[in-house]
């Protein structure tokens, strides 16, 4: 075997256990501040609050309007009341559209952050950010953009709704299926990726039959803290643009679009590259990688439809085109008849045929 990498770790502490959250402040205090602003969206932010109330003087209030796709006027309006109040650190309490606003802060002012994931979505160990304006999603990377400390509660998924810990365990799952096949992957993250979608295959089964088991939520999270290092540390391809193209252009939901594409992407990939591929296969359940995914997603009742979100047959050529539109590394070359065909398959739902 020939080995020829290159590898970066993250500079960001991760601090993982059941409980942990307990220990924010010990956190905001070890980043030398003292004024934190605790952020969520509306849906979380009695629990925002309560945050906000443990940390007494080590807080400065709560910032509970984040929005999904992270929406510049929402930034801003983040940002001003940061000033405001005099914050030196955001807490973002929540999954990756309050990870995003916090990420969104420190790009404009290099706030530091600290992050408590109640989802399995990955943002908050990578140094990306996706952000709208007038209706257009763009994506930057920036060192300015990871956060310095995440802080892995389990305790704190055991509410996580079945239906989203099913979605977000098969968006965390794509991070580490497409790792698999980055030009720039290494040893560190394909061992990262096969024990994150390991752990999720195992535990997403115990989920949907007792959501509230602590052992399989806790495997969950170390998981989705696997699949998103990955994420945060190596390219994405196919898989990945497509969903930010239907996302982007479409409105369709993040974690429901990553779920449907998964098997049609990966199955259409691994036809080119097996060998690299054969892991998803072992790991869920034989068959080739698409049909593998494909048998798991729905096993554990994910959605399979790109039709069932509101998008039309039309909007797949356009969808196509978009994704065809800026080139990138995939291991199996594209072109807009093999984009069409298998967008065709995800919106009606079938069982990928690779
Ligand atoms: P989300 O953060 O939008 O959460 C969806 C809803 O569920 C929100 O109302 C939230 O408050 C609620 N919620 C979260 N955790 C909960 C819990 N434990 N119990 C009950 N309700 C809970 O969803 P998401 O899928 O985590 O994040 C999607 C967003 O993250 C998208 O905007 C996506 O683009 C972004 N994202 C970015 C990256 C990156 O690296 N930049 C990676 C993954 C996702």
Known sequence: ?????????????IVFGNGASADVGKWVEALNCRRALVLSTPHQAADAQALSARLGSLSVGTFTDATMHTPVEVTERAVSRAAEV???????LGGGSTTGLGKAM???TDIQQIVVPTTYAGSEVTPILGQTENGVKTTVRSPKITPEVVIYDPELT???????????????????????????????TSMMAIDGMRALKEALPVIIESPRDSSA???????????????????????????????GSFDTPHAETHSIMLP?????NASAVPELMKPISDIFGGGTPGQALYD????????????????SE???????EIANSNPYANPRPIDHGSIRALLQDAWSGRRPPY
């Open 217 to 247: 939520r806790e495997k969950a999270l170390y998981g989705a803290w696997l699949c998103g290092t990955v994420l945060g540390q190596i390219s994405m391809s196919l898989h990945h643009k497509i969903c930010h193209t239907l996302g």
């Open 86 to 92: 005099g914050a030196d650190c955001v807490v973002s």
């Open 314 to 320: 039309a909007d797949l050529d356009r969808a196509a």
């Open 106 to 108: 420190a790009y404009r």
């Open 1 to 13: 075997m020939t080995l020829s990498f290159s590898y970066q770790g993250s500079p960001a502490r």
């Open 158 to 188: 055991l509410g996580l709704p079945v239906d989203m810990s099913i979605t977000s365990g098969l968006n965390a799952i794509a991070h580490a299926a497409e790792g698999l096949y980055a030009p720039d992957r290494n040893p560190i």
């Open 296 to 311: 798991f997603a729905k096993s554990i009742g994910s959605p399979k439809a790109l039709r069932d979100f509101g998008l």
């Open 264 to 268: 049609h992407t990966i199955g259409f």
